[in-house]
């Protein structure tokens, strides 16, 4: 008995202190970005085509293979066959990557 | 100890002015911009550090909306000529 007035009066107590802020509280104001006197047209995640998120992400996923490749394209003169190789059957591994990025339409522009 | 108030003093000196052109309005432009220069006033590159408003010219129905919205977005304190 005790315990459900108590829980009774906490949840009156919140209600209340809720109803005051609806009350007092500023209303928000109404600026946005500046567009040169307009209003934005879509939503913001919008504004951009979604083909630039997926090529930043693909671009990303190669830029690491690239940094592969860089210290190898410094050796590769004077260790010679084998690094060549090995680096085109990593190469290939990653070619599969874009096979499926293709596959998947992460490279379809319109 | 009034340093508030002296710093919305001095602020309130040197505003950043956001110029509109309309129609016909070329030459008052020039004149506000060399007037800007004269006084060594920045202009603003976006309403929301504008503190003054100046639209040169005659807005015709587009622009005047714009420059509404533009209005409506700058804080105060804001002054418009």
Do not use: K
């Not at chain 1, 990653?94 to 293709?102: E, I, S």
């Amino acid at each position: 008995m005790g315990i459900a007035l108590t829980v009774l009066a906490l949840l009156l107590g919140i209600a209340g202190i809720y109803l005051v802020s609806l009350a007092v509280a500023p209303r928000p104001v109404a600026v946005g970005p500046f567009l040169s006197g307009a209003r934005p047209a879509e939503h913001a995640l919008s504004r951009f085509h979604v083909r630039w998120y997926a090529i930043t992400l693909v671009f990303l996923a190669f830029d690491m293979e690239m940094v592969f490749m860089y210290p190898w394209a410094l050796v590769v003169a004077e260790v010679g066959p084998v690094a060549v190789i090995e680096m085109f059957a990593f190469l290939a591994l990653l070619l599969v990557g874009v096979l499926y990025a293709w596959r998947e339409g992460a490279l379809r522009w319109v | 100890m009034g340093l508030s108030a002296w710093l919305l003093r001095y602020a309130a000196g040197r505003p950043r002015v956001l110029v509109v052109c309309g129609a016909y309005g070329t030459p008052y432009r020039l004149r506000v911009e060399a007037e800007l220069r004269r006084r060594g006033w920045l202009e603003a590159r976006s309403p929301a550090e504008a503190s003054l408003l100046a639209v040169c010219g005659r807005p015709g129905a587009e622009l005047a909306a714009a420059i509404e919205v533009v209005w409506a977005d700058m804080a105060v304190p804001r002054a418009r000529v």
